[in-house]
């Protein structure tokens, strides 16, 4: 069993586990997924407060519906403490940050089969997301993407990754390992998530979104952010607009119209239509139309999609 086909994030927004005034209102902020983090977020002396405190956290998220995931520590000191407590407090996964191996991904899942059975969770229930962050995790990236069926996304980290290269997040040096992460998660079947750039600057909205509208343009599907202000952003872009559905719908009408009449290729507004731009443009509206069912259905429960 896999969780593939029901994961589809826009945006994941990063809340330190210990900063309860943000908690209160995260399940607003519209973000498809609230990461609670004990990693960078939060101060080395606050570690086992953050911790402390995931359980009150995670139920407060999810009584407003909200979709939580725990960014953990990837040092052995810190570990399997963070992963006992992300699966005690009944968050729905793990990020687990600098993957650089498939060995790293397969020691947490068989781990976690402990942990669900210590906190009498379901076998398989807790999903997990990759954040490739160095030069040898972006090597390493179409391994990882196979290496365990718990695995729903694979994410590339642009500020631990150009430190490591020793130059800026600049689109021009990361779009390629952007993109490098991008292709392993599509041929691995999970999906691609990341930004070939900072994530740290919320002042310019519009720089912002161009950095998506790129992203997109790679192959990534959605994004995490530090800041409820690009929560929106993330979710215009990856999320498609009523334009976009409009003209996607438009296309498919025409072509599928085409093939009955035993055409395989047609013209549309100076444009030729064939097969893959169809297939694009299908896909396109399943994803969004899904999203949209599961949004009406939150909604009939009182919960957020």
Not at 52 to 81: D, F, S
Request: hydrophobic residues 50%; contains cysteine; glycine residues 8%.
């Amino acid at each position: 069993m896999t969780h593939t086909d029901e994961f589809d994030a826009r945006s994941l927004l990063f809340i330190p586990a210990d900063a309860e005034r943000f908690i209160a209102k995260g399940a607003q902020r519209g973000a498809d997924v609230i990461i609670l983090d004990l990693e960078d977020g939060v101060a080395p002396s606050s570690k086992d407060r953050a911790r402390a405190a995931l359980p009150g956290a995670v139920k407060q998220l999810h009584e407003g519906g909200a979709t939580v995931y725990v960014r953990v520590n990837n040092e052995p000191a810190l570990l399997a403490t963070d992963v006992s407590a992300a699966v005690a407090s009944g968050a729905d996964g793990i990020v687990l940050p600098k993957v650089e191996s498939p060995r790293q991904l397969e020691q947490l899942d068989a781990g976690l089969a402990g942990e669900e059975h210590f906190a009498q969770r379901p076998q398989n229930a807790i999903r997990l997301i990759a954040l490739i962050e160095t030069p040898e995790g972006v090597v390493q990236a179409p391994a990882i993407a196979r290496s365990s069926r718990r695995l729903v996304a694979m994410c590339f980290g642009a500020e631990d990754f150009s430190t490591a290269m020793g130059i800026d997040p600049l689109t021009q040096g990361m779009s390629w390992p952007a993109q490098a992460v991008a292709i392993a998660a599509a041929a691995a079947g999970i999906q691609a998530l990341g930004l070939p750039g900072t994530v740290g600057d919320f002042s310019n909205p519009e720089a912002y979104r161009a950095l998506a509208v790129h992203a997109k343009h790679i192959g990534i599907r959605g994004a995490v952010c530090i800041h409820p202000a690009q929560v929106q952003v993330l979710n215009d872009v990856f999320g498609g607009s009523d334009a976009e559905a409009a003209a996607a719908t438009r296309l498919l009408a025409a072509f599928d119209a085409a093939v009955a009449e035993g055409k395989g290729a047609i013209a549309l507004d100076g444009k030729m239509i064939d097969v893959p731009i169809a297939t694009r443009a299908r896909l396109f509206l399943q994803r969004r139309n899904a999203r949209l069912a599961r949004k009406a259905r939150a909604g009939a429960t009182g919960q957020q999609a």
